[in-house]
């Protein structure tokens, strides 16, 4: 029940709402767990901070598919070598792996997060323009 309760956070449409939904969450939950909800307050940055990016990256920020992936790779080909004469050889293989999905990542036309969603997060928030122009034509 306590885990249902918490997934409704994540699926709110925006980022307001997402706050606001474990505020209220907190609350009910600490009726009954008062432990429950003060833990919730104390790691509301960090239970909401995906909320800070665009929409369209949330799934793939809380996603740790591309980690779990990564270190698949990174395990399947240390079992290739079996034994490693030092732990160096394993950083360097290790290493080696993370390079070269990095370049994968520079030069493939499938990102996970795509050119232009990564541009949102450059550009200044709409909401923050208004309260800026009004502020200008007051001034003058």
């Given at each position: ?14 980022a307001a709402t997402?706050?606001?939904q474990l505020a ?29 990016f665009p929409y ?85």
């Open positions: 029940m306590v885990a249902a309760a918490i997934r409704t956070v994540f699926a709110q449409p925006n997402v706050r606001s209220a969450i907190a609350a009910m939950l600490g009726r009954q767990f008062p432990p429950v909800e003060q833990m919730l307050l104390d790691a509301a940055d960090d239970v909401t901070a995906f909320a800070d369209q990256h949330w799934k793939k920020v809380w996603s740790t598919n591309p980690l779990k992936r990564l270190n698949r790779e990174i395990k399947r080909r240390s079992d290739v070598v079996g034994v490693f004469p030092s732990p160096d050889a394993l950083a360097r293989l290790a290493g080696a792996v993370l390079a070269e999905h990095h370049d994968e990542w520079q030069v493939s036309d499938r990102r996970y997060l795509s050119e232009g969603s990564m541009a949102q997060l450059a550009a200044p928030p709409e909401n923050l323009a208004e309260p800026l122009a009004a502020t200008a034509l007051a001034a003058s």
